[in-house]
C-alpha cells in the first residue's frame, strides 16, 4: 500500500498479558511515530523517533513502551494494558522529523487492538 | 490547541455532487494538510497547503486556507463511490513544536 507495513493487524489481549506491535518502513525515512485513534477522538500523538532517537513522548502511560532499533523500525511493546487502551494503533514515517516545514506522513494500516 | 475541528461530522451525498468539508484551527500555522481514511486503514496524504498560500488544487480537490478566520475547506468535486471514506485536517505549527495536530474528521458517504 504505502511502504509503511504493521504487524499484526489485529490484536486480541488479556489485561496481564505482554505483547508488540511492530511497524517497519521501507521508504528510507528518518522519522518515525506512533499515533492511537479511538472512537470519536482525534488522533493522538503518542511518540515520536528521529534517527532512532525519541523525541517526542506525549504524555503517554509507561504501560506503553516504544523502541526503535533503527530508522527502518519502530515497535511499541504493551503491557498490562487496559480495556480503555483498545483503538486502532497507527505508525507513520516522514522523510524528516516535523519542524515546522510541512513534511508529508505516511501511514501503515494499523494494528486494531482488543484489551479484554 | 491548535487542534483542528472538521465539519460537518458526517456528509452524506450522491455520486456526481460535490462535497465540502471545513477546518478551524485555534492558533497561527506554518501548514495544514488534509489526510483521507479508509475504514479501519491507515491515513493517506491528499494535499498540502502552507500558510502564504489561499488556495490548492490537485485533480477534483481544491483546498482553501483563510488565516485571518482561521479555517480550511476541502472541497471534492464530481464526487464518486469510491471517494466514501473519513477526511483529517492536520495543522502543523511553527519552530520546534512541528507535530501535526490532527481534528476528528469528516465522515463522507457518497451514494452510487
Known amino acids: 500500500e504505502t511502504g509503511v507495513t504493521q504487524t499484526p493487524r489485529h490484536l486480541v489481549m488479556g489485561m496481564t498479558n505482554k505483547k508488540s506491535l511492530k511497524c517497519e518502513q521501507h521508504l528510507g525515512h528518518n522519522a518515525m511515530y506512533w499515533y492511537k485513534q479511538s472512537a470519536k477522538k482525534p488522533l493522538e500523538l503518542m511518540f515520536v523517533y528521529n534517527f532512532k532517537e525519541q523525541t517526542e513522548n506525549n504524555s503517554v502511560p509507561s504501560r506503553f513502551s516504544p523502541e526503535c532499533p533503527n530508522s527502518s523500525h519502530l515497535f511499541l511493546h504493551l503491557h498490562t494494558l487496559q480495556p480503555e487502551d483498545s483503538a486502532l494503533y497507527l505508525c507513520?514515517?516522514?522523510?524528516?522529523?516535523?519542524?515546522?516545514?510541512?513534511?508529508?506522513?505516511?501511514f501503515g494500516p494499523g494494528t486494531r487492538l482488543l484489551v479484554l | 490547541s491548535q487542534q483542528g475541528e472538521e465539519d460537518p461530522q458526517a456528509l452524506s451525498i450522491q455520486e456526481g455532487e460535490n462535497a465540502t468539508m471545513n477546518c478551524s484551527y485555534k492558533t497561527s500555522i506554518n501548514n495544514l494538510q488534509w489526510y483521507r481514511q479508509n475504514s479501519g486503514r491507515g491515513l493517506v496524504h491528499l494535499i498540502l497547503i502552507r500558510s502564504n498560500e489561499r488556495e490548492k488544487h490537485s485533480g477534483r480537490l481544491r483546498v482553501t486556507l483563510d488565516t485571518s478566520k482561521k479555517s480550511s475547506s476541502l472541497l471534492i468535486t464530481a464526487s464518486r463511490a469510491a471517494d466514501t471514506a473519513s477526511y483529517f485536517c492536520?495543522?502543523?505549527?511553527?519552530?520546534?513544536?512541528?507535530?501535526?495536530?490532527f481534528g476528528k474528521g469528516t465522515k463522507l458517504s457518497v451514494k452510487p
Open positions: 507513520a514515517s516522514s522523510q524528516e522529523p516535523p519542524r515546522g516545514g510541512g513534511e508529508t506522513q505516511y
Open positions: 492536520a495543522t502543523e505549527g511553527g519552530g520546534s513544536q512541528g507535530n501535526l495536530i
